[in-house]
């Protein structure tokens, strides 16, 4: 049952998925602040991130596979994950290059650039680090997105607590699966969490 547990929660919170999550999150916070009266406006901004950052990268994974590069599409092997990492910055980096004149205020534009950014970052940092030792890409992905809301939490006179308690508990359930099926050591499900976390934290509160 644990095992079950935990293959749900590495499939729900994939880090291909994770970047859509912490795009819908952003834009629920913003939503009333930021005066988003138009749904329009978080749907093709949640739709931009999930081609981008989700889709395409899927799509090169299984391109990879097909043509024999990668001989799983879990990449056990942390050797095969060097292109399919490299692969996904790019498209995170076009996500980024695409959301630069989005309607949006300039705070809240900012935020989500600078989100993607620290995304990218991550993802390129990951990547080198495969090279010599099998870092937790979940945790990376699910620490970045708890990285976002902290520096935005640190912003805002309103910060938005329960959605930085509910990402963290998401963030320790993901660490915990993964571990329970012997994917990552704790030490390298830990350096995941905290490079993704401080990626994203630094550029939201520091830049």
């Known amino acids: 049952m644990e095992k079950r547990f935990a293959l749900f929660l590495t499939y729900c919170f994939h880090p291909l998925l994770i970047p859509t999550y912490g795009m819908a999150t952003l834009c629920w916070i913003f939503a009333g602040p930021y005066f988003i009266q138009d749904y329009r406006v978080p749907l093709l901004l949640i739709s931009i991130t999930l081609v981008t950052t989700g889709i395409l990268p899927a799509l090169s994974a299984w391109l ?8 799983s599409i879990q990449m056990d092997d942390r050797r095969e994950r060097l292109l399919p990492y490299l692969s996904t ?11 630069k004149n989005f309607p949006v205020p300039l705070v809240m534009l900012r ?9 990218s970052a991550a993802i390129l940092l990951t990547a080198c680090i495969n090279i010599f030792w099998k870092i937790s890409a979940h945790t990376v992905a699910s620490g970045g997105w708890c990285g976002s809301l902290t520096g935005l939490s640190l912003m805002l006179y309103a910060p938005p607590y329960y959605f930085l308690f509910s990402v963290f508990l998401i963030t320790g359930l993901v660490g915990f699966a993964r571990l329970k099926l012997e994917a990552h050591s704790p030490a390298q499900v830990y350096a995941g969490f905290l490079l993704g976390f401080f990626c994203t934290f630094f550029l939201l509160y520091f830049i």
């Open 64 to 71: 990879l596979l097909r043509s024999g590069l990668l001989q």
């Open 89 to 99: 910055a790019l498209y995170y980096l076009l996500a980024y290059y695409m959301l």
């Open 111 to 119: 935020i989500i650039r600078l989100f993607i950014l620290g995304a």
